[in-house]
């Protein structure tokens, strides 16, 4: 056959080759975009479950703690902040504010040992404690998530599909008690 | 490496084990068809499709067969350490972002846990009632971890296919056994020429279900080592599960271990263990080694 045969065929499959890698590539990237949106509207979706538990705490042990106002309303105005947030950092803040007037909440129940007996309170405290883990959890997945999509697109070879997609790396989390370490997984 | 790449890997490591399987499988299936039928055609029109039915039964009532077999209930909110296990699930999940697995409960004195299912969206993870009265939270939340790295690994979808060709290959060897003993073989109409097939055929009957499982028990070690360090990866503490290797490496409960030895793989430590053997006949590593790369990270 004609040498010109052989590298019209090598082209070819070059093309195909180079066609399939892209296609691997972008369905990826793509793929690692939606994980990164799904974990944040878990977060979001926690961060609500908490605040639909507040009311119900309060119902519970404003009668037990009548004279710890100050405590009452820190939890209540928090729960506001948290409510009217608009930006992901004031979510945060928000949120730390929340978690902290609670701590307080928790703390100063303690000496209420009619309170502490009380089935509805101690729930309560085991939901709410949870939901606080599953907070921590969900921002943990974000940032994994978008751990894991900017080594994607700032590595080799993936930059280059990243950059013809116009894809940017995105801003984890900054969060102030932040995170134990990343155990170095050696496999 | 990445999860990703972890997960990318087990895919194709899966596909690996299933051509060798299936591989296996045929082999099995030509000599069974040619010690009974003398001819290969009709041992293939009748042995595959049986053959494929089995696993296909197996593998769609996976789950339920291993519940049943591990005596499993589901875990009741109302008590508390139940309660507790179920919360612990859902932190999992989310740490994973998948969704969330049902949680059982087995009763027993045994500390141990295991994950089953055919793909994440409807997974199960069982834990034992010894589990929960004898780890603490952090300690139980690393075992969680690591069967909920299971899960996300696809490793439950492995395990039980090739649990089921395992299976399927050890029957028909099993089968071919019994029959030989009752005459139904050999009656050498077409001359002793095929004597040598027919010993050749009967060896790989009998090798074939060991290499089997050498495959199978092979990855499965490989794969402990990988569940231990992405479920680290989900708790952020290594120690928690370390700790929990090590309650179960020094408990001597009771009673009996539940659950044939077959779904052994699918729990956190070998139910049935006696003495910490390290062979190519486990199914986990040593408890030691995973201790210390756990407490290496």
């Known amino acids: 056959m004609d040498p010109i045969w052989w590298v019209l065929i090598v082209i070819v499959i070059l093309v195909v080759f180079f066609l399939l890698i892209y296609w691997g590539f972008y369905n990826r990237i793509i793929r690692m975009e939606n994980r990164i949106d799904n974990s944040w509207a878990q977060i979001d979706v926690q961060l609500r479950r908490r605040a639909e538990l507040i009311p119900n705490l309060m119902e519970t042990v404003k009668g037990y703690m009548k004279h710890e106002k100050e405590v009452l309303e820190n939890v209540t105005k928090a729960r506001s902040a948290l409510m009217n947030a608009k930006t992901p950092q004031k979510n945060i803040d928000a949120d730390n504010m929340l978690t902290g007037a609670l701590k307080t909440l928790f703390a100063v129940a303690e000496n209420y040992p009619d309170l502490k007996a009380n089935q509805n309170f101690l729930n309560l405290q085991d939901e709410l404690t949870h939901t606080e883990d599953k907070i921590s959890y969900a921002r943990q997945h974000f940032n994994d998530s978008v751990l894991s999509y900017n080594n994607t697109i700032e590595t080799f070879p993936g930059m280059w599909f990243a950059k013809r997609m116009n894809k940017k790396t995105r801003e984890m989390l900054q969060i102030p008690d932040a995170a134990r370490e990343v155990p170095q997984v050696k496999f | ?297």
């Open chain 2, 1 to 297: 490496m990445l999860m990703e790449d972890h997960i990318r890997r087990n895919k194709q490591l899966t596909i690996v084990v299933c051509t060798l399987m299936a591989f296996l499988f045929l082999i099995v299936i030509f000599a069974f068809g040619y010690i009974f039928f003398h001819d290969m055609y009709i041992a293939l029109l009748f042995g595959l499709p049986v053959a494929l039915v089995y696993v296909l039964i197996t593998y769609s009532f996976s789950v339920q067969t291993v519940l049943s077999a591990a005596k499993a209930r589901p875990a009741n909110p109302r008590n508390r350490e139940e309660k507790l296990l179920i919360y612990k699930v859902e932190e999992m999940a989310i740490a994973a972002g998948l969704p969330t697995p049902k949680v059982y409960v087995q009763d027993s004195e045994h500390i141990n846990a295991f994950a089953t299912g055919k793909k994440p969206e409807n997974a199960v993870i069982c834990a034992t009632t010894g589990a929960l009265k004898k780890l603490k939270a952090d300690e139980l939340e690393g075992v969680i971890g690591h069967e909920m790295s299971h899960i996300a690994n696809r490793d439950i979808l492995i395990a039980t296919v090739t649990i089921g060709v395992v299976g399927a290959i050890s029957l028909i060897a099993e089968i071919l056994f019994y029959s030989m003993f009752w005459g139904g073989a050999g009656r050498g109409r077409k001359g002793d020429g095929n004597a040598i097939l027919m010993v050749l055929a009967m060896v790989l009957i009998i090798l074939a279900p060991i290499f089997a499982r050498l495959t199978y028990l092979a990855i499965s070690r490989k794969r402990e080592y990988l569940a231990d360090a992405n479920g680290a990866r989900f708790t952020r503490n290594p120690e928690g599960l370390a700790k929990a290797l090590a309650k179960i490496k020094s408990d001597h409960p009771t009673d009996k271990p539940k659950g044939s030895k077959t779904v052994a793989p699918l729990y956190i430590a070998n139910p049935f263990k006696q003495i910490n053997i390290s062979s190519v006949w486990s199914t986990h590593p040593p408890i030691d080694e995973r201790i210390k790369r756990l407490r290496s990270m």
